[in-house]
């Protein structure tokens, strides 16, 4: 059922993030009403129904009967099982809605239901325009940077909450011992390696433009570098370049051994930052597991 709610919440956000990938590339205000971008009349909500309403309308505006782009239903689509299957992933242990592990459950779906959306928006812009729009990508990192820390101080303080209830608990915090410090540090770990891992890979992406003289790659992958940094942390975060730089490096040999790319051509980076990232979100454990497991 959970995967279910994800999956009918994704066809929503797959809407939701085609309007404002069309919207950054057009340079139009997000706020206002959906239209059609032929004859610009309004949309009644009615007709705003992922999957249904494309397929109800046979994917034609109903005042202009304009031809609407199958992007539109590739996109609801595609965000509805990505979501659904995030949704089933993250609640395979969920035990109990009564206690405070159900509340991390659903700070950290909202994280990663964020974190998808962000990526799916980048997706289609930087593989239709080669382009990653600032008006995505900076609030993207200031929200995150945002969430993380209030994440971070919910759990400190629940966790002297927690050990202030009982006697031994009491015993466990300063000044009788360093437990709770130890715990707090360890419990602010993932703000610490995402804002570090941030920094590392926005840094390294520069370093890139500088020496390539901005054929490596754009600002944009810069920004997004830095974005998947503080939201994946350490080591997620390097296995997801890795993996980026790894599929972009297969793609473009296959590209240039068909024919449709010449050596020396730019293709966007940023679809293959976003793939990389998705794969470790999902199966980041279990790619570094099998890492490891080669070097024993």
Known sequence: MIGLAGFLLGLVLGSFIKVLADRSLSKQSFWGRSYCTYCKKTIKWYDLFPVISYILLKARCKNCHKKLSIEYLLMEVATGLLIGFL???????????????FLSFLFDLIFKTFFVTILSVVFLTDIKKMFIPDRIILPAIRIGITFITAITIIKVLYLYYYLNQTVVGKLLLPPHSDFFLRHAFYTAE???????MAALIGGFFMSLIIITK???MGGGDVKLGAFIG???????????IFLSFLT???????????GKKHFGQSIPFGPFLVLGSLMVLFWGDKI????LSLRI
């Open 214 to 216: 901005g054929k490596g």
């Open 230 to 240: 503080l939201m994946l942390g350490f080591p997620n975060s390097l296995i997801a």
């Open 87 to 101: 949704f089933y992933q993250t609640s395979v242990n969920l035990q109990s809605i009564y206690n405070f592990k």
């Open 190 to 196: 993932p703000f610490l390696t995402g804002i570090l």
């Open 288 to 291: 570094l597991n099998w890492y």
């Open 248 to 258: 972009g490096a297969v793609f473009s040999i296959f590209l240039i051994i068909f």
